[in-house]
């Protein structure tokens, strides 16, 4: 399986502007790959990318927008983590 | 099945503008989308319903419909054929915003919509955008607490496939583990996407679990407790000796090194056991007994 694709490719599939892949990776949000003059993202990266285009393009999230929500849903997910084990640790807790 | 009330659906009444329709969609879905939302299923429920409600009220054609026969949704069928003699209709959407998360298909639909308008009827999860990706899919795997002390495979069946998974020892309850390319197909030669299995471990040991601690009440006797000895308790996977020392408190921990649960992707490393002794008072005594315990007493005991 690829483990990469090229910005190109991933542009015409999504019908997206270059420019948009770019501005998310200025924002550290992906990282692209240069070989040549071929640009790539890896496919591991997917995921975040296929989000952030549908936050920009489905929901009207402007760019500066895509880097506030990433970074609290990272917040977010890191608490969700901290929940589930604190609930795991009330366990000890209970008929006692 | 129960009629839908699209309107409220959308916090909206029955003089809604399209614009109206568009302006309260977008603004629940901004709340709802799932990508705002991870691992909150009331939200993708949510967010199902405003998709369908949208799907239903954006339209002309099934938003008139809709408004026809409400609750009398039932008829819906004859006004259909009679609609049918008259010359097709426009149709216009803008689309359901689009959204990646497990069951996106048939099962987006809710059964008042499938009977109303009938399936596959241009609504899907996320047709907004060429698919590519294939669809993260999530299943729950429950499992006893005895199954994830040490690592096994299983197989499991999602969507009539089978797949062969290592479910690693010392796997916490809602513990989530991501199994790659085992989500749906990709898309002209896109990658499939990921199998997201979310771990429920029931415990009905005597064990209580902190990570890879595990902790037990021991109960030992008054004269035990007070003499010390030696008494024999279960571990996890065993028994083990233990020495009770003279004068041992109710609540008083012993710490077993290395007899807790596995240490999740550790392998060979354990917890610990934490004993807590609980001291028996005996509850009804022979006339001798109560002799010797008076006889105690009297040494100011």
């Keep these: 399986m690829k483990t990469r694709i090229s910005i190109n490719k991933l542009c015409e599939i999504y019908e997206i502007d270059p420019g948009f892949v770019m501005s998310i990776q200025e924002m550290d949000l992906v990282t692209i790959y240069v070989e040549g003059t071929e640009k790539y993202v890896s496919t591991e990266e997917l995921p975040l990318v296929e989000k952030m285009v549908r936050l920009h393009f489905d929901l009207g999230i402007n760019q500066e927008g895509l880097h506030t929500i990433h970074h609290l849903l990272e917040r977010m997910e890191g608490m969700q983590e901290e929940i589930r084990r604190l609930r795991n640790r009330l366990d000890l807790y209970e008929d006692l | ?301």
């Design chain 2, 1 to 301: 099945m129960e009629f839908i009330d699209y309107y409220s659906v959308l916090g909206l009444d029955k003089s809604a503008s399209a614009a109206d329709i568009k302006k309260a969609y977008r603004k629940l879905a901004r709340k709802y989308h799932p990508d705002l939302n991870p691992n909150n299923k009331e939200a993708e429920l949510k967010f199902k319903q405003l998709n369908e409600a949208h799907e239903v009220l954006s339209d002309p054609d099934k938003r008139k419909k809709y408004d026809r026969y409400g609750k009398d949704w039932e008829h819906a069928e004859e006004f259909e054929k009679a609609k049918a003699r008259q010359g097709k209709s426009y149709s216009q959407r803008s689309g359901p915003f689009t959204y990646s998360g497990e069951g996106a298909g048939a099962e987006d639909f809710s059964d008042f919509f499938e009977a109303m308008f009938g399936g596959g009827g241009g609504f899907a999860g996320r047709t907004g955008r060429t698919q590519f990706r294939g669809q993260d899919l999530n299943a729950d795997l429950e499992l006893h607490l005895r199954d994830v002390y040490s690592t096994h495979k299983r197989t499991l069946n999602i969507n009539g496939k089978n797949i062969r998974i290592t479910v690693p020892a010392g796997i916490e309850d809602g513990q989530t583990i991501r199994i790659k390319g085992h989500g749906g197909p990709g898309v002209n030669n896109g990658p499939a996407g990921d199998l997201y299995i979310t771990f429920r471990i029931v415990n009905t040991t005597p064990f209580k679990r902190d990570g890879a601690n595990l902790y037990k009440t021991v109960e030992i006797s008054l004269t035990k407790a007070v003499l010390g000895g030696e008494i024999t308790t279960d571990t996890f996977d065993g028994k083990v000796k233990l020495k009770v020392s003279p004068g041992t408190q109710n609540g008083t921990k012993a710490k077993l090194k290395g007899k807790g649960f596995p240490r999740y992707k550790k392998e060979g490393q354990y917890g610990d056991l934490f004993i807590t002794y609980k001291v028996r008072l005996p509850e009804k005594l022979t006339s001798e007994q109560e002799g010797l315990f008076k006889d105690l007493e009297k040494t100011g005991l």
